[in-house]
């Protein structure tokens, strides 16, 4: 995730994409047996909740590392 405040921090930035790396990684690996569990109708809204959710749920986490981490300086 791109944020200002997490290139503007490395220890920020680091959390962030390890969070961020274990989220897709298993969106992804979820999305490679979904499909032979759920309908074909259902695939489409399953991919963009797991992709948003992964980035919306980084993103906010990054902000409060941002935010723990300027408390503690």
Known sequence: M??????A?????????RLGGR???T???VLVVVPFVV???ALLPLV?????????TTVVYSWR???ADSRAA
């Open 2 to 7: 791109h944020t200002l405040w997490a290139l």
């Open 9 to 17: 921090e490395e220890r920020s930035w680091t959390r962030t994409h």
């Open 23 to 25: 989220m897709f990684m």
């Open 27 to 29: 969106v992804g690996a």
């Open 39 to 41: 309908q074909v109708a």
């Open 48 to 56: 963009l909740i797991g992709i948003l959710r992964s980035g919306i």
């Open 65 to 67: 590392t941002r935010d």
